[in-house]
């Protein structure tokens, strides 16, 4: 009888079956001694591996040309696992451009565990500056997903290779379609499947890809010991969400693009944060490195107060306010609070910073919303 192959085949079925499983039982007790011994390797149990999240793992690790992938029940729990297996006490992690705030977070908790960390620019003498005897890890996103910044991953896997740091790149802005980290030398590629990859807001999943080394003992230590599972079921759904991704990343591109240009059309803009408005030497970078944009982009507006930008953001009928991105629907986020602007201005974010996740209903309609905003801003 036949049983399901590498790619997810069973019975000729074209999309992946749902193992909703949690456990695979053996033919006799040989067979069980052995493949108990290696759970990564074998269907044993499904905080292991699962045939339905397997196939996730191939599909993903190919698009990121890696040797190996791992997937987990959230973004969060990638990157935990990632971490933890990588870092021990007195380790030390150097983090580029702005990071996800739960990462950052994750850090200060390793704190009392024995493991520190600063910050520095993707730039090389602030990063040689900043490199101690004990950094470990050089963790990045780029482009960041609020500020939308770049670093040069050639130059930093580079220098990274020669203090022999590991290299982590947080990669859900791109995509493995606009972007592959390790073809520029970068170690290890994390994903939020929850945001593009998933694509309809209705799913949570993380991913880890790089060489097989590596992968294989964030499943033994990380993975296996946090439990943060993907169930099949989800993993179905990012399935699912791969095979129409190539069409709504071109689709959130154009839509962006048109909402750009009329973006930078309105007085009140102070500044554009997406990487297609880069200048100079990061304009270059962008070139070489990527190969497309997604819809996830800020915007300034000039001296906005807290009741400016709630204005602005209560005009929208279209943009929905809340977390996350990345799905068919356009979200809308800002940083300020009542009492936050100096905070802010002091981490170099702009307190008018407003951030948008351009969905799929089209740019004529998103254009029409942020009308609504730019009028209720000058009737104020
Ligand atoms: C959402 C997000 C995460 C965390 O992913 P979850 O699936 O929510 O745990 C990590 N990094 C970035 C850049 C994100 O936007």
Request: hydrophobic share 40%; charged share 20%.
């Amino acid at each position: 009888m036949q049983t399901i192959d590498e790619n997810g085949q069973y019975h000729g079925a074209v999309a992946t079956p749902i193992f909703q499983t949690s456990l695979f039982a053996q033919p006799d007790f040989e067979t069980f001694t052995k493949v108990h011994q290696k759970e990564r390797e074998n269907f044993v149990y499904s905080r292991g591996v699962n045939p339905t999240v397997r196939a996730l793992e191939i599909k993903l690790a190919t698009l990121e040309r890696a040797e190996e992938c791992k997937c987990f029940a959230s973004g969060m729990g990638a990157i935990s696992a990632t971490m933890l297996t990588l870092l021990q006490q007195g380790d030390h992690v150097l983090f580029l451009n702005t990071i996800y705030g739960p990462t950052r977070q994750l850090l200060d908790f390793l704190h009392r565990y024995g493991v520190s960390y600063d910050h520095s620019n993707p730039v090389k003498s602030d990063i040689e500056r900043d490199i101690k005897p004990n950094t470990k890890v050089i963790y990045l996103e780029s482009p960041s997903t609020n500020l939308m910044d770049v670093a040069d991953l050639k130059a930093i896997s580079t220098l990274a290779k020669q203090h022999n740091i590991v290299t982590v790149i947080d990669n859900t802005w791109s995509t493995p379609l606009f972007q592959k980290p390790l073809e520029f030398g970068i170690d290890l590629v994390l994903h939020s499947l929850t945001k593009y990859i998933g694509g309809h807001s209705d799913l949570i999943g993380g991913a880890v890809a790089g060489n097989r080394k590596t992968i294989d003992r964030i499943f033994e230590e990380g993975f296996l010991l946090t439990g943060s599972v993907l169930s099949p079921n989800d993993a179905f759904l990012v399935l699912r969400g791969l095979s129409t991704l190539p069409v709504r990343m071109k689709q959130h591109w154009e839509n962006a693009k048109d909402v750009i240009a009329y973006l930078l059309h309105q007085p009140e803009v102070e500044h554009i944060f997406h990487p297609s408005q880069a200048t100079g030497e990061t304009k270059k970078i962008v070139q070489n490195q990527m190969k497309g944009f997604s819809g996830l982009l800020s915007f300034s507006i000039r001296d906005a107060s807290f009741e400016d930008v709630r204005t602005f953001i209560n005009a929208f009928t279209l943009f929905k306010i809340g977390v996350s991105w990345g799905g068919y629907e356009s979200l809308v986020i800002a940083p300020i609070r009542e009492n936050n602007a100096e905070k802010l201005r002091s981490e170099n974010i702009p307190p008018g910073l407003i951030r948008l996740s351009i969905g799929l209903e089209g740019s004529a309609l998103q254009i029409n919303d942020l009308n609504k905003g730019f009028n209720a801003l000058r009737n104020r």
